[in-house]
């Protein structure tokens, strides 16, 4: 670990299928996994490979353009698309593919309809329906409408039905038993088609919210499922970069933009080679910490785009040399945790992982 070469992502694909294996033991249905976002910006194929070697059949993408990325390494899994179809374009595209949509609107599901007609076959589709979040799926009343009227599911293979909770990281929210009790209710609704309501943190909530398949994305990855315990997830992920330089001041001076940071005389300041361009936040600055050679140490200013300032006056000085990697979060610093001191979640920290930044399995 102590060459240089920017910043490197080390994604331990054991530990992802250690992850999965854990998530099914919990779930009492099958694991579907998401893998939206290029997998929370580890790199899709490589994790969606290792998944389906491990038996997992079922995939959750958001766009059609990524669904269609994803075929060729999926030849025979079912994966499903979060947006479900916007334009008769779309749908076209989702059918050429063999996608599944998710559909969230009536609207979309007319245009399903259309393009079975237009296909002359029946089409898989899942139906999603919001419970409680408000953000994308079809009204109860709708999804009410849908079980009533049979001409509304005309040429539609309904192939599942789901909903997604809003505060499961939270086991005592009130909205989780709210949102499983109208969940309940449509199921009932479409008694012979599967269901799906727990994602990665729904999976701890209990067997009521398994159903037929569960659907986790984040503590595949290594995210903590449960905020509140210990993770029960491996680490996944670990981002690394060079220390670039080493200094000594001998005077006090400032770090960084805006002089946020006053470094007394004396202090010893080490340069990373990797900013907010690499997926550091800029607000991990004066706030986080990194882990280098074998201690903690705070960053000093703001990160700027290519560059981090590590304040290792507390470091004994043989510790800490030039080109050593300092770990920004991974094994020794949990995502969740850095990800909190920035006041953001580890899901952002995740998918913020730069293009330039160089993924290594
Ligand atoms: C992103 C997403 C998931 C996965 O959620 P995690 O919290 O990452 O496990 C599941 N279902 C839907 C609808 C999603 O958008």
């Known amino acids: 670990m102590t060459s240089p070469g920017g910043t490197i992502a080390e994604i331990d694909l054991g530990a992802l299928c250690e992850n999965y294996r854990l998530l099914s033991a919990e779930s009492r249905a099958p694991c579907a996994a998401v893998v939206k976002a290029n997998a929370y910006g580890l790199g899709v194929e490589p994790v969606a490979a290792a998944l389906a070697q491990l038996g997992c059949r079922e995939f959750f993408v958001a766009t059609v353009e990524e669904g269609i990325a994803l075929r060729p390494v999926l030849p025979d899994a079912a994966i499903a698309v979060l947006y479900g179809v916007a334009t008769a374009e779309d749908a076209k595209l989702t059918v050429a593919h063999g996608l599944i949509p ?154 960084g933009y805006g002089a946020t940071y006053q470094a007394p005389a004396g202090s010893r300041l080490a340069t990373v080679g990797a900013g907010y361009a690499d997926g550091l936040l800029r607000a991990m600055g004066n706030r986080a910490e990194a882990w280098v050679g074998g201690h903690k140490a705070p960053l000093a200013g703001v990160v700027s785009m290519d560059m981090a300032v590590l304040d290792i006056s507390a470091l004994p000085e043989n510790d800490v040399r030039l080109g050593d990697r300092v770990e920004f979060f991974g094994a020794h610093m949990p995502v969740d945790v850095v990800a909190a001191k920035a006041g953001t979640i580890g899901y952002e920290l995740l998918t913020s992982i730069g293009g330039r930044v160089k993924r290594i399995y």
Not at 132 to 147: F, H, K, Q, Y
Not at 159 to 171: I, K, N, Y
Not at 238 to 254: G, K, N
């Open 102 to 255: 998710v559909l969230n609107s009536m609207e979309q599901l007319a245009l399903w309809r259309d393009a079975a007609a237009g296909e002359g076959r029946a089409l898989p589709a899942i139906l999603h329906v919001d419970t409680g979040m408000s953000r994308l799926g079809l009204p109860l009343a709708d999804a009410e409408r849908i079980a009533e009227d049979a001409a509304l599911l005309a040429g539609v293979d309904l192939r599942l039905v789901m909903s997604h909770l809003a505060c499961s990281g939270t086991p005592d929210h009130p909205l989780n038993r709210q949102q499983l009790g109208r969940f309940r209710t449509v199921r009932q609704r479409f008694p012979k088609v599967r269901a799906s309501f727990a994602n990665s943190s729904g999976i701890f909530l209990g067997y009521d919210y398994h159903f037929d398949q569960t659907r986790p994305g984040a503590a595949l990855y290594g995210i903590n499922p449960t905020p509140d315990a210990a993770n029960p997830m491996r680490t996944v992920v670990t981002v690394t970069s060079p220390i670039l330089q080493i200094r000594t001041l001998t005077e006090a001076e400032t770090v």
